[in-house]
């Protein structure tokens, strides 16, 4: 480059990132190709897609511990009329806990909403008034019914654990537009996280770049955002302006070294996120009537409501990859709803209805849902029949999901359980399926989007993967 | 009776049949039936006869009559959907119309297809076959390792077959590094820690010309060196403290085979043999508790919450491919379902090597004498009679109010419910059944439950008794375990099986224990020895680990050679460590490479030898900066013109941290430590926790490798910079340089703690100078003085605020220069 062996701490910072959203790096050529030693110099400059993409950013909406399609998406009278009798005809009915009890109605009814004529269950009245906008995925399945594999499978690909997030995948492919925030953020449940912890936004084999942070719903958002109390004024500032200096002596050894340059500017970009991610989520800057739509205004809705607000806000700030789980811990305090289903569903469905609508229809007026794509899923689905009397087991076989916006085509209706809702059977889509399609809405071709490890190009779809195209 | 057989057989046959019909069921006899019939059914297909053919498999219907297109055999063959089939050759033209005019007329079939008259047993068999080929056999990381001359006669020959390759290239090797900065390199690289001050001047004042060599050897004597090269290997073997996925549940003692590698490596054992112990230390050292401790090698890896045939083939894949990629750079694990796509590993050596893993299982053994043993099994059997009668007392207390309870329970039922369970269960409907099993689960009582009905006297025994049982309880004997390798079946190992595409619903021939074939000289495969049925093991363990660890096997010595001389330098000379298969790069110096693969096996194995022997060479001791006119040539350094610079490790970095502000606890060994994570990154399930202590707790202060390594709760400092996620053996690390990183470092309530201690010795050391104290610092966190402009740039800090010194100890943590080895 130059041989210039001293730079003042100005032309430093401007050389690497002080500039507009970290472009400054990407100008210096630093960008995620990575140096020398093969260190990637600045993971998170933003890439060109694959191909032009419909969408900038994803929300994940995981109602972690599985919902039951036939009392949410997917009506089955067939439960009414044979209330308690036994499923017959569906080969061996596999459950993960306990025996098979008989076929149990749902306790909801289903109206039509939109101009689709959607069937959507009193769960969900608000997501309902959505329906033009989403599309409804009826024939999913997965193949685990067990908890962490199938997480893991819907977050990663894989049933085992050790492999790169999709949120991992997407910011690996496309970098991050706001170089002053996480680029992929995770909100959990006021209740926990979801079973299987830390290696549902993992970064697996890739750089730790590209891990999920965690995101706190209430006070400071990331853990250790801000210097502990003491660390009060400008003392914070005064001690980096002196390091800065202190490094630069040590750089105009090596000027060339573009590992020794990012560190500096990673330091900087961290001083600027302390500010930049509190005011990412500083909800009192949205007025009542957004802060209402979202059912901050009512306790039942009021932390789910928070974390899609921030969502949004997060989004419109260049964030690549929002997850937000429903659903913590275990048994009740998830979706998980092996006793009980009215009490579990009917909680968890009051407090997400409405914040749930509030997002879609605030980034429709933003102009933000184009360009965002909305997810609502679980792991897995639930069983036609009872468990434990009320409550309703594990169902790998058959489930619904939904997508809304990033050029998803809405009002729309994608294949078909069997007359119980058990199994997919007409037009089936695998979490592979899944996973392609979100891939291509970000412009990615899911089967070049590809990362090596232990002597091997793994990717998010591994060796399959096919795009639902009925909806984009 | 005529006419229900004639309507059957018009179902599984078709109607009219004709001689066109029976050439298309030849096309499929000859191209699909081996996997989609007798033998196999692959994706759930099975072409013997009609019935079968609509029906189809996972993927649907293979036969709908009269449309071709949406018959999934015609798809399959015509390749309008992948994969092609059959799988690797093209159906020829005329056998594709030939088919797809028999689906245009209906699909009949004169008779069921069956499968070719050849015995499916032998076909499969041929199916499973893979020849390697001499070619294949001649790619550089199979060919034997000869012991090439060193080009030039240099002091040690590294530096010969370096200056070569930097002659070839117009290239000048870089001048010696100097003192300060050499010992620094040194210690980091040797023990993870900085040196002290004392050591630097030492080190700096003996101008002997072993001056250099009494440090090395100091540093190889020292313990520190195992806990820091321990570190690198428990990456490659996947370890951790814990199972991973849904409970994550501890495993409180496989940390003895973490001591046990730190040990190992600082007794210098032969490499060999450290591995020959891991793999089968119960078939080579029966008995013996480092035997019985390395074997935990094996089932390091994650657990998944349910235990069933998949799950148990996952985890002898991870066994496999860990064993392959760690002990020979080759990615085994690709040639679970197929045969590798790139180099000669057949699919059928994958399954050979699993049925070497295929006898054992985990077990926790005791690890404790004959007497100690005998000892808790006696006292286990005392306590046990202890408790029983206790817990029968309790149940004998509840029976009554535990039927009460029931009745009512019962009354509270819907009607179908009580209905089941009145009608006999002989009389019920399957309905019934189902729902008397599911209605017979909710029926018991709580203690709660039952006390809440019991006169106040049965309630006061109730609790009593309760209170007696948790005493007991607590009373349990424990007695010290290993996590660790065991064969149930001894002797007589069960069958294992090839699985054509890794799918257990595929089944094929059985197999026999084997190796990697292309690894060893053609007709010279071991044998594996015919266990005597009352053997505690099959064997087989060991003579794999006989044939691995040859001197004449391709792989092993330079693998592991490769990987020392890629921490000492930065990157291996092959720069995929753990892939010397075609997809991974070739050596960068290919005679070198063979040069120390010879020269280790010649040593006797000993890693001390090896790092001497690098360590001492010029090329380490060569300073790390650019030169211009070099870097233009070989800007990567591919031919090793400088020496390294290397961000540190996590634990390299958190325990420098300790030791520049002389915390750090220095104890070897023994179980985890749990420092300080805050509980929003780890509240995720109640099933999990982390007893994490206080950001000042001394206790926590121990070395990095020393820390409780739990699959689903990472220590924030190790996950962001890049510790591996313990799921899959790591060769290599990845090195992010992120903004939360520096998050950690400037606001983590251990790094202001720290900078504290910091400061704290320093006004120990050298009192309330300010000069003295900044220029102990530099000595103390970067080995060297600082220069004027950093003395004139801290003093003026430190002078014109308050808390200076503290702050100023915390801009040290986060210097470039701290976290870098130059």
């Known amino acids: ?171 690996y492919g496309l970098g991050s537009e706001n170089q002053n925030l996480p680029s992929f953020v995770v909100f959990q449940d006021w209740r926990g996280g979801p079973i299987g912890g830390a290696p549902n936004w993992s970064n697996g084999f890739m750089p730790a770049a590209y891990q999920g942070t965690p995101f706190r719903t209430n006070g400071d958002p990331i853990v250790d955002l801000r210097p502990p109390a003491e660390m009060s004024g400008d003392r914070q500032r005064k001690w980096l302006d002196l390091l800065n200096k202190l490094n630069e002596e040590h750089l105009a050894k090596n000027p060339e070294d573009s590992e020794f340059s990012a560190r500096i500017a990673a330091h900087e970009l961290a001083y600027r996120m302390q500010t930049h991610a509190v005011k990412a989520v500083a909800l009192e800057q949205e007025s009542a009537a957004i802060q209402k739509l979202y059912g901050l205004d009512e306790p039942e809705t009021e932390y789910f409501g928070r974390q899609c607000l921030m969502a949004r806000r997060l989004v419109e700030r260049g964030v690549r990859f929002v997850q937000i789980y429903s659903g913590g811990g275990n048994f009740t305090e998830s979706w998980d709803a092996h006793f009980d289903l009215e009490l579990n569903h009917g909680m968890h469905a009051k407090e997400t209805d409405k914040p749930l609508a509030g997002l879609l229809k605030d980034l429709k007026a933003n102009g933000l849902l184009d360009s965002t794509l909305v997810i609502w899923h679980g792991e897995f689905g639930r069983m036609p029949i009872s468990q434990r009397m009320n409550g309703r087991d594990h169902n790998p076989y058959g489930f619904s999901l939904w997508l809304a916006g990033g050029g998803i085509k809405g009002g729309n209706i994608v294949g078909a359980t069997d007359e119980y809702g058990y199994k997919a059977v007409e037009n089936r889509k695998s979490v592979n399926d899944l996973h ?36 984009i | 009776m005529l006419r229900f057989i004639l309507v059957a057989m018009v179902c599984a046959f078709g109607l009219y049949a004709s001689p066109e019909d029976d050439a298309a069921v030849n096309v499929l006899k000859k191209n699909c039936l081996l996997c989609h019939g007798a033998a196999m059914q692959s994706s759930g297909l099975d072409l013997r006869d009609r019935d079968k053919m609509l029906k189809g498999g996972e993927r649907g219907a293979a036969l709908v009559p009269g449309d071709p297109s949406k018959s999934l055999i015609y798809r399959f063959a015509a390749g309008i959907d992948q994969p092609s089939m059959p799988p690797g050759k093209k159906l020829p033209e005329a056998d594709l119309a030939v088919l797809k005019a ?96 004392e050591e630097v001047r030492a080190f700096e004042a003996d101008s002997s010309p072993d001056a250099f060599a009494k440090v090395v050897d100091r540093l190889l004597a020292s313990p520190a060196y195992g ?345 291996g000379i092959v720069r995929t460590p753990s892939n010397f298969g075609k997809t991974g790069e070739a050596p960068t110096h290919p005679e070198l490479l063979d040069w120390l693969a010879s020269e280790f096996i010649d040593k006797g194995w000993s890693m001390k030898a090896m790092h001497r022997l690098m360590l001492m060479s010029d090329a380490y001791q060569m300073a790390s900066d650019d030169i211009e006119a070099n870097r233009k040539i070989d800007p990567t350094n591919r031919m090793l013109w400088r020496q390294a610079r290397t961000r540190v490790e996590a634990e390299v970095l958190r325990d420098s941290v300790l030791a520049v502000a002389g915390t750090l606890d220095k104890t070897i060994g023994g179980p985890g430590v749990f420092p300080f994570i805050d509980p929003a990154l780890f509240a995720a399930s109640t099933k999990r926790d982390w007893p994490g202590k206080a950001e000042t707790d001394a206790s926590t202060f121990r070395r990095s490798i020393y820390v409780f390594s739990k699959r689903t709760i990472p220590l924030p400092m190790f996950d962001l910079f890049d510790k591996p996620d313990t799921n899959s053996a790591c060769a290599r690390r990845n090195r992010s340089t992120i903004a939360t990183q520096s998050l950690i470092l400037m606001n983590s309530g251990f790094a202001m703690h720290q900078a504290k201690m910091f400061a704290e010795r320093l006004r120990l050391d050298v009192g309330n100078d300010v000069q003295a104290q900044v220029e102990r610092a530099y000595e103390i966190a970067l080995s060297r003085k600082p220069s004027a402009r950093e003395t004139e740039l801290a003093l003026g800090f430190i002078k014109n605020n308050p808390t200076g010194l503290v702050d100023f100890c915390q801009t040290m943590f986060n210097l470039n220069e701290f976290a870098y080895i130059q």
């Open chain 1, 1 to 171: 480059m130059t041989n210039k062996r001293f730079w003042s701490r100005r032309e430093l910072l401007a050389r690497c990132g002080g500039g507009v959203a970290g472009l400054a790096l990407a100008d210096l050529g630093l960008a995620a190709t990575g140096d020398a030693a093969g260190a990637a110099v600045n993971p998170l400059a933003p890439k060109a897609p694959h191909f032009a993409a419909k969408a900038k950013a994803v929300i994940s909406i995981f109602c972690y511990g599985g919902v039951s399609q036939v009392d949410t998406f997917d009506p089955k009278p067939e439960l009414a009329r044979r209330a308690g009798e036994t499923m017959v005809g569906k080969g061996e009915v596999v459950v993960s806990q306990g025996l098979p009890g008989g076929l149990l109605p749902s306790p909801w009814k289903f109206k039509k909403y939109g101009q689709c004529g959607m069937d959507v269950s009193d769960l969900f009245p608000h997501v309902g008034g959505m329906a033009d906008d989403i599309a409804l995925i009826r024939s999913m399945y997965c193949t685990s019914n067990d908890h962490a594999p199938a997480l893991f499978q819907m977050n990663t690909g894989f049933i085992l654990t050790g492999y790169p997030s999709m949120g991992s995948w997407i910011t």
């Open chain 1, 436 to 471: 392609a399609t979100i891939l291509h809405q970000m412009g990615l071709h899911h089967d070049k989007l590809t990362y090596p490890h232990n002597g091997r190009n793994f990717r998010l779809t591994d060796v399959s993967g096919s795009l639902i195209k009925e909806i």
């Open chain 2, 102 to 197: 028999w689906i245009e007329r209906g699909g009949n079939l004169s008779a069921p297809a069956v499968v070719p008259a050849e015995d499916p047993k032998a076909a499969l068999a041929k199916l499973e076959e893979r020849p390697i080929t001499e070619q294949e056999r001649q790619f550089w990381s199979f060919r034997p390792i000869a012991k090439p001359a060193p080009p030039s006669a240099a002091a040690n020959p590294i530096d010969a077959f370096l200056a070569a390759g930097w002659k070839a290239k117009g290239l000048t090797g870089s001048p010696r590094a100097n003192k300060r900065t050499l010992i620094r390199r040194a210690y980091l690289d040797v023990t993870g820690l900085p040196p002290t001050v």
């Open chain 2, 227 to 571: 806990e820091r090269w321990g570190r690198h290997w428990l990456d490659l073997v996947r370890y951790a403290d814990s199972g991973g996925y849904e409970t994550d549940t501890d495993r409180p003692n496989v940390w003895r085979y973490r001591d046990w590698v730190v040990s190992a490596l600082n007794k210098d054992m032969p490499y060999d043999r450290f591995v020959q112990l891991q793999i089968a230390g119960d078939e080579y050292a029966p008995g013996t508790v480092d035997a019985k401790v390395a074997t935990g090698f094996i089932y390091l890896g994650p657990e998944a919450n349910m235990r069933n045939e998949q799950t148990r083939m996952d985890e002898l894949d991870d066994i496999v491919a860990t064993t392959g990629t760690t002990m020979m750079g080759m990615t085994l694990g690709c040639a679970r379902c197929h045969n590798h796509k790139f180099d000669p590993i057949p699919q059928k050596d994958y399954y050979q090597i699993q049925a070497v893993f295929f006898p054992s299982s985990r077990g926790e053994v005791p690890i404790v004498g004959e007497a100690e043993k005998k000892a808790f099994d006696e006292a286990t059997k005392a306590w046990r009679a202890k408790l029983e009668p206790l817990e029968k007392e309790l149940k004998a207390l509840y029976a009554p109010y535990r039927d009460k309870i029931r009745q009512q329970k019962i009354l509270q039922l819907p009607d179908f419910y009580q209905l089941a369970l009145k009608t006999p269960p002989e009389k019920r409907t399957e309905g019934q059944k189902l729902n008397a099993i599911q209605v017979e689960r909710q029926l018991g009582a709580s203690r709660g439950e039952i006390e809440s009905i019991m006169p106040p006297e049965d309630q006061e025994k109730s609790c009593h008794l309760n209170e007696q049982i948790t005493l007991t309880e607590l009373q349990k004997p424990v007695i010290d375990t290993a996590w660790s390798t065991v064969e149930k079946d001894g002797g007589k190992p069960k069958e294992s099986h090839f699985l054509h595409h890794g799918s257990i619903g595929n089944k094929g021939s059985v197999m026999q224990p084997g190796v990697l074939t292309v690894a060893s000289a053609p007709n010279a495969l071991p044998k594996f020895p015919t266990p005597d049925p009352n053997a505690s093991s099959s064997l087989r363990r060991k003579a794999f680990a006989d044939w691995l660890t040859s001197p004449t096997h391709p792989l092993f010595a330079r693998v592991m050679v490769n990987r020392i001389w890629q921490h000492h330098f930065g990157e």
